[in-house]
């Protein structure tokens, strides 16, 4: 029997609905949240993205701006750029498109943005008030994985979850939102003895660490919700994700399949976010 499908594709238009519907009764009161997106030098997949949030803005009525700088941008102009959009009020999310050309240093960058305006969730007090449970902009894609297991209708208290893969961006964030779910969490990375015997024991498996098809069904508890984070470009042009979906589906619960399951999630975490943001510097939440 092959498993339930997750449609992140489905769940991403449902939201975005619901946030083009609430932007729209902002307008009418006169207000409209802004995303000022920037973009440094020409990397073909950042491109690729900035388009995306791009249209994602004006589909649901946000305002928008997109800031496109060479590469040879120094550290010191780009900091200018994120203080000038720090204090423009029609500004309520900023974005800087990483990764950032090597002479600039990113950490610098990230700490230049304002906390509230911080809508990829990577500002350091950001980061750390989702480690002591407080309110703060949730990293999208993390933000996206929750979402996603939450509307297979299975209770994540009490659960297992075993994440592979701790980067800052993914892997971390999502084990925090695992543990702020009530799940008993297990983190898995390249150094990890025995990485079977631990996965097969999750009742919730996110995967998340850039090697295409690595995880197979000899990983998988049978009936595990599996999320797999993973884009990888094969040799063929083919995007892969790092679960082999055919042999897991086969004994797993829900999965998201690539595409069409966490990457769709992203953007439309990173409108919330903005929309949050906005609420918030209005005094409207
Ligand atoms: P990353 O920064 O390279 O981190 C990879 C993590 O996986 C590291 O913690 C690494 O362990 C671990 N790892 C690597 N090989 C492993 C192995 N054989 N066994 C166990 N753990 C292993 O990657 P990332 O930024 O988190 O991204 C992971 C994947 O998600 C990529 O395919 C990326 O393209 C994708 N992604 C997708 C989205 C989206 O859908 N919107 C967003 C972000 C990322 P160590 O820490 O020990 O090195």
Not at 111 to 131: M, R, T, Y
Not at 235 to 240: E, H, I, M, T, V
């Amino acid at each position: 029997m092959s498993a339930s499908i997750i449609n992140g594709k489905q769940v991403s238009a449902e939201i975005r609905e619901g946030l083009r519907q609430e932007v729209e009764r902002l307008e009418k009161q006169g207000f409209t949240p802004g995303l000022a997106v920037v973009l440094v030098g020409e990397d073909p997949a950042s491109q690729v993205y900035v388009r995306n949030k791009e249209k994602a803005c004006h589909d649901l009525g946000y305002y928008s701006e997109v800031h496109r700088l060479p590469a040879s941008t120094t550290q010191e102009e780009l900091l200018a750029l994120v203080d000038k959009l720090n204090r423009q009020e029609n500004i309520h999310g900023i974005l800087v498109q990483l990764p950032l050309p090597g002479h600039i240093v990113e950490k610098a960058v990230i700490d230049a943005i304002a906390v509230e305006k911080d809508v990829d969730g990577f500002h350091p007090v950001n980061v750390g008030n989702l480690v002591i449970g407080d309110d703060s902009l949730l990293p999208c894609t993390p933000a996206g994985v929750i979402e996603l297991i939450k509307r297979t209708g299975i209770e994540l208290s009490g659960k297992h979850a075993v994440v592979i893969g701790r980067s800052n961006i993914v892997g971390k964030p999502v084990s925090l939102l695992l543990q702020r779910e009530n799940a008993t969490v297990t983190m898995c990375h390249s150094r990890t003895a025995n990485m079977k015997e631990l996965t097969k024991q999750a009742d919730i498996l996110v995967v998340a660490i850039g090697r295409a098809n690595f995880v197979d069904a000899s990983y998988v508890k049978p009936g595990a919700v599996v999320i797999d984070v993973g884009m990888n470009r094969l040799d063929n042009g083919k995007l892969a994700g790092d679960v082999d979906f055919e042999s897991v589906q086969s004994i797993s619960g829900p999965i998201t399949p690539v595409p069409g399951g966490v990457g769709p999630m992203t953007i439309t975490m990173l409108m919330q976010n903005t929309l949050i943001a906005a609420k918030r510097l209005q005094g409207l939440a």
